[in-house]
């Protein structure tokens, strides 16, 4: 009898597992959708740091076998606007690359990620994100 008891004790105590486990990796799952970083920020010293706009997010934003990559619009509002192409690196990273290879020089950039960008799991970003950086000047060098 006792032996009885201690088998459903033990089935009770899985089912509780189970049902925590899968209900607590659902809420981590149902959390709104964030940046962690993004580069390039503030003034920019090198213009070598205005080849790419890079985001990463909090979660997974496209499936690893889907990663798209393509020209013309993406998630990003650049002003100016800015031509160019979008990457994955990741499920988590976006890049634009823009179309000649850098920014131009001596240029406020302000990008925006606009509110209700998802990610593959339904999340969604709540408000715009914005950030802003400037391209160096270029430089008189005399000989």
Not at 19 to 25: Q, T
Not at 34 to 43: C, E, N, Q, V
Not at 101 to 107: C, D, I, K, L, V
Request: hydrophobic letters at 40%; glycine letters at 8%.
């Amino acid at each position: 009898m006792f032996k009885r008891k201690q088998k459903i004790v033990y089935l009770v105590g899985a089912l509780v597992f189970f049902i925590l486990v899968k209900w607590g990796c659902s809420s981590v799952l149902a959390e709104e959708v964030k940046i962690l970083s993004t580069a390039p920020r503030g003034s920019v010293q090198d213009i070598g740091e205005t080849s790419a706009v890079i985001i990463s997010f909090n979660q997974p934003m496209v499936a690893l076998q889907e990663i798209p990559e393509g020209e013309g619009t993406g998630p990003l509002l650049i002003k100016p606007p800015a031509s160019g192409k979008y990457r994955w690196m990741g499920t988590r990273t976006l890049v634009f690359l823009p179309q000649k290879g850098r920014f131009p020089y001596a240029t406020d950039f302000t990008v925006t990620v606009p509110r209700g960008v998802s990610s593959i799991s339904g999340q969604i970003l709540e408000k715009d994100f914005s950030f802003s950086f400037e391209t160096p000047s270029p430089e008189l060098t005399y000989h």
